[in-house]
Structures are given as structure tokens and as C-alpha cells.
Antibody, heavy 125, light 111 residues
Framework: EVQLVESGGGLVQPGRSLRLSCTPS????????LSWFRQAPGKGLEWVGF??????????EYAASVKGRFIISTDDSKSIAYLQMNSLKTEDTAVYYC????????????????WGQGTLVTVSS | QSVLTQPPSVSGAPGQRVTISCTGG?????????VHWYQQLPGTVPKLLFY???NRPSGVPDRFSGSKSGTSASLAISGLQAEDEADYYC???????????FGTGTKVTVL
């Protein structure tokens, strides 16, 4: 069974950093891309970023709202993906989800399945 | 801020048919990009409901159907059941934003 498990969420002050982890299972980590999404409390879904599989360069794409502050990376030896969040703002408060895109590369027809259970990040002083 | 617009809520009695619209523009749905739908049951994570406009993953009942035309897409639920109460989101790609975008979300209530 394909699963993704996020961890690392918590309470953090504005301007500080936090790193989330995504641990997939049930598929070959290196063959797939990964993507992060978030959902603010009581709000809708928002795409955060995307990392291509190593076959497609392992490069990243980001939403404008987080570009320059958030960094997605992978540790292939541990089969873990990370979302490094810097210069956090109160508006970054959300549940963060890790998902598996349909394609191993960044393309217009990607959909996302499955989703992890999410990890809550609260940015507050 | 979502670039795809959905009605905030729709409701229907058990057994009825409801439709959820997803309206975009020339840089997303109107550009020919596929629309996908997700169901988020209360207190749970989003689950893929449709991909590629009208394709159901295995396990999704055929009471659900999807379509796309022009700058809009629609999700229809026939034979509404209590277990269909959830939030529904459409998703596509936007060339102006160079990223994936979601609809504003629709809460389906079974009366």
C-alpha cells in the first residue's frame, strides 16, 4: 500500500525556521516526484512546491507565496523528502500535506494521490 | 487566493442529484488543462475522486461523474448518500502562475 507520513510540525515564532519530513512507503522512492500542499484552518487547498524525480533532475518548483523562503529536498539514502521553511509568517499557519504526483516530472496534467495525514504548523508569537 | 471558483455549498436530499461547478479562465481550464477532483470527508485528508476530467480511480462509485467544457468543469453526484457529505475541490494547472491551482471548495450537505 502506498503511504506517505509527514512529521515535524509544531508551534514556531514568526521569522523562524522549521523543517518538515515526508516518509513514503509502498513504492520506489527514486522513481517518483513528490509535492507539498497546505491547508490553512478552515480554508481550501494550496499547492506549495514540487520536486522532480532524480531521473528528471530532482529540481524543484514553488508557488509564488513561498518561493525564496521554502526549499524542498530529498535524502535518497533515507528515502525521505523535506520541506525546509524559512522566514515563516503567520499566514503560513496550515496543515502541510505530502503527496505523490502522477508524473515523475513537473507537467500540466499532474494529479496527486495519495496524500499523507498532514502535519500542523502554527506560526505565532 | 484560489483562481478556480466553486459554489461554497450545495445540498440535496438522499437520492437526489447535485452538481458542483468549477469555473476558471483562459490560463487554466480554458487553456485545455485537465481538471481533477478531490473529496475531503470531515476531519480527513483529501482523496482523489476524478482525474483527467472524467476518469474515476478504482473504488470510486459510478454515482460520481465528471465533465469539462470551455473554461469550466463539473462534478455530478447522482443518488446522493449521507456518506457523500464532504468538501469537494477541483484542481488544474495555471500557466500564468506556473503552478497547480485549486478551486475554492464546495461543501456538500445531505438534507
Amino acid at each position: 500500500e502506498v503511504q506517505l507520513v509527514e512529521s515535524g510540525g509544531g508551534l514556531v515564532q514568526p521569522g523562524r525556521s522549521l523543517r518538515l519530513s515526508c516518509t513514503p512507503s509502498g513504492f520506489t522512492f527514486g522513481d517518483y516526484a513528490l509535492s507539498w500542499f497546505r491547508q490553512a484552518p478552515g480554508k481550501g487547498l494550496e499547492w506549495v512546491g514540487f520536486i522532480r524525480s532524480k531521473t528528471y533532475g530532482g529540481t524543484t518548483e514553488y508557488a509564488a507565496s513561498v518561493k525564496g523562503r521554502f526549499i524542498i529536498s530529498t535524502d535518497d539514502s533515507k528515502s525521505i523528502a523535506y520541506l525546509q521553511m524559512n522566514s515563516l509568517k503567520t499566514e503560513d499557519t496550515a496543515v502541510y500535506y505530502c503527496t505523490r504526483p502522477r508524473r515523475a516530472y513537473f507537467t500540466t496534467d499532474n494529479w496527486f494521490d495519495p496524500w499523507g495525514q498532514g502535519t500542523l504548523v502554527t506560526v505565532s508569537s | 487566493q484560489s483562481v478556480l471558483t466553486q459554489p461554497p455549498s450545495v445540498s440535496g436530499a438522499p437520492g437526489q442529484r447535485v452538481t458542483i461547478s468549477c469555473t476558471g479562465g483562459s490560463s487554466n481550464i480554458g487553456a485545455g488543462y485537465d481538471v481533477h477532483w478531490y473529496q475531503q470527508l470531515p476531519g480527513t485528508v483529501p482523496k482523489l475522486l476524478f482525474y483527467g476530467n472524467s476518469n474515476r480511480p478504482s473504488g470510486v462509485p459510478d454515482r460520481f461523474s465528471g465533465s469539462k467544457s470551455g473554461t469550466s468543469a463539473s462534478l455530478a453526484i447522482s443518488g446522493l448518500q449521507a456518506e457523500d457529505e464532504a468538501d469537494y475541490y477541483c484542481q488544474s494547472y495555471d500557466s500564468s502562475l506556473s503552478g497547480y491551482v485549486f478551486g475554492t471548495g464546495t461543501k456538500v450537505t445531505v438534507l
